[in-house]
C-alpha cells in the first residue's frame, strides 16, 4: 500500500474530520474565537456610533467612516462567526462570498448611479404638472 | 505506471483534492452559503431601493426627526449578543454539551426576541404618528428594508425553537448538528445585514 493510498483511506470510517466529538482543546478555541469576534464587533459599534453623533471629525468625512466601520465589522463577522476563512475546505465558500459581493456592488452602485443621471435629466416636478394642464 | 500517468494521478492533486470527498458537513454549509448569499442579493436590492429614496419624504418627516439612536444602540446590542451566545451554542452541540446548548440557545432567543420588542415598538409609535409605510416614499422603503430583516427574525426565533425541540427529541444526532450549523449561519448572516442597516438607514439617516 502505498502513502497515497493510506492517505485515502484515512477517513474511511463516516465521520470526517471536524465531525467527530469536539474535545476540551476545541471548545476552548473554538470559545476564544467567538470571544475576540464579539468583542471587535462591539468596538467597531460603538466607534459608528460614536462617529455619528460627535462634532469633533471633519463632518463630510463622517459617511465615508461609517461605511469602513461597517465593511470591516460584516468583515469580522464573518471570518469569527461564519468561519469564512481562507482554509482549503473554504475555497468554494470563498468563491461563492466573492461573486456575491460583485453582484451586490454591481446592484447598489448601478442603481444609484442610474438613479441619480435619471433625477439630473429629469423635467423638475412642477413644470411638469404645468405642462399636463 | 510511467511517469506521465503518475503524474496526474492522486499525487499531484492538491492537498484538499487528495483527502477525497469532502464531508457531508462542508457540503450541506456550501449549500446554505449559496442560499444565504442569494437573500443577501435580494437585501442589496432592497438597500438600493431605500438609498434611492431615502430623500423622498413629500413633506413628511425625515429620519432624523424619527428616529431615536438610543433604541437603535440597543437593539444592536441584542443582535451582537444574540449572535455571540448562538455560536456558544453551537459549540456546545459540537461538544455534546447539553447545558451548553440549550442555557445559550435560550439566551439566543431571549436577545432576538428583546431585538423583535424593541423594532415592533418602534415600528408601532411611527405609524402612531402617521409616519407609516403609506407616508411617503422614503417611509414605504424604511419600512420594507427593516420589515423585511424583522421578518428573518422572526422566521429564525421559530427555526431557533425548532432546533432545540430537535435536539431535545433526537439528541445531537450527525443530521441534527449539521442543521444546527445551518441555523447559525443564517443567525449570523441576519446580524451582518444588520451592520448595514444601522449604518446606512439609522446612523446616516441622523448624521449631519
Known amino acids: 500500500m502505498s502513502g497515497i493510498e493510506q492517505r485515502l483511506h484515512l477517513h474511511d470510517s463516516d ?25 471587535l464587533a462591539a468596538v467597531l459599534t460603538a466607534m459608528a456610533f460614536f462617529i455619528a453623533g460627535t462634532s469633533l471629525v471633519w463632518q463630510p468625512s463622517i459617511p465615508i467612516a461609517l461605511f469602513v466601520l461597517a465593511i470591516a465589522q460584516m468583515g469580522v463577522h464573518l ?23 460583485l453582484i451586490v456592488f454591481l446592484l447598489i452602485v448601478g442603481s444609484l448611479w442610474i438613479m441619480s443621471h435619471l433625477n439630473h435629466n429629469m423635467i423638475p416636478m412642477d413644470q411638469m404638472m404645468q405642462m399636463q394642464r | 505506471m510511467s511517469a506521465a500517468q503518475e503524474s496526474i494521478g492522486p499525487a499531484a492533486w492538491p492537498e484538499h483534492a487528495a483527502r477525497g470527498p469532502a464531508s457531508k458537513r462542508i457540503i450541506v454549509g456550501y449549500g ?26 413629500a ?34 452541540a459540537r461538544a455534546y454539551n447539553a447545558l451548553m446548548y440549550y442555557g445559550n440557545k435560550a439566551l439566543t432567543a431571549l436577545f432576538g426576541a428583546g431585538f423583535l420588542a424593541l ?23 424604511f419600512f420594507t428594508l ?57 446612523l446616516m439617516g441622523v448624521a449631519p
Open chain 1, 79 to 101: 471570518v469569527f462567526f461564519l468561519h469564512i476563512t481562507t482554509g482549503p475546505d473554504n475555497v468554494n465558500n470563498v468563491l461563492a462570498l466573492a461573486f456575491g459581493v
Open chain 2, 119 to 141: 423594532e415592533i415598538r418602534e415600528f408601532a409609535s411611527m405609524v402612531a404618528q402617521g409616519a407609516g409605510p403609506t407616508r411617503s416614499a422614503f417611509l414605504s422603503a
Open chain 2, 32 to 57: 446554505f452559503w449559496i442560499f444565504l448569499l442569494s437573500d443577501i442579493i435580494m437585501f442589496s436590492a432592497f438597500f438600493a431601493t431605500y438609498a434611492v429614496l431615502s430623500g423622498e419624504t
Open chain 2, 146 to 202: 427593516v420589515g423585511c430583516h424583522g421578518l428573518h427574525v422572526t422566521l429564525g426565533l421559530m427555526w431557533l425553537l425548532t432546533m432545540m425541540a430537535q435536539v431535545f427529541a433526537k439528541g445531537f444526532r450527525a443530521d441534527i448538528l449539521r442543521r444546527i450549523l445551518c441555523f447559525a449561519l443564517f443567525w449570523h448572516t441576519l446580524d451582518i445585514i444588520w451592520v448595514g442597516i444601522f449604518t446606512v438607514v439609522y
Open chain 1, 15 to 39: 465521520t470526517a474530520p471536524g465531525d467527530e466529538r469536539a474535545d476540551g482543546r476545541e471548545v476552548a478555541e473554538g470559545l476564544l474565537g467567538y470571544v475576540v469576534g464579539l468583542v
Open chain 2, 59 to 92: 413633506g413628511g418627516p425625515a429620519g432624523k426627526d424619527l428616529f431615536h439612536l438610543h433604541t437603535v444602540a440597543i437593539e444592536t446590542a441584542c443582535l451582537l449578543l444574540s449572535s455571540f451566545t448562538c455560536g456558544i451554542a453551537s459549540i456546545g
